[in-house]
């Protein structure tokens, strides 16, 4: 009989900074290719610079984005289903 616990390991490292949601990251790489090769002066250029940016980016840009999560989002419940019904099947 399988343990519960051969299904899947813990691990004590945080996935990403809990501050941060993981749906934001296509906006950061995205900024940070913006951002790439330019220099600042002075701290207000930056904070200015990375404010300014989301309005310089297309509507496209973030509807590409939402459908992606979407299509994430539903392979990833999809996996989680998968293993609750194994769990399940293994052991009730």
Known sequence: ???PSSLWEVS???AYSPDLAASDFHLFRELKNWLGGQS???NKEIQSSVKAHPTSLAATFFEEWI???VHRYDKCLNR????IK????NFW
Do not use: I, S
């Not at 989680?80 to 293993?83: I, Y």
């Open 86 to 89: 194994m769990f399940v099947d």
């Open 40 to 42: 600042f002066q002075k």
């Open 1 to 3: 009989m399988l343990q």
């Open 80 to 83: 989680l289903c998968r293993k």
């Open 67 to 69: 459908r992606n999560l």
């Open 12 to 14: 004590d490292q945080q």
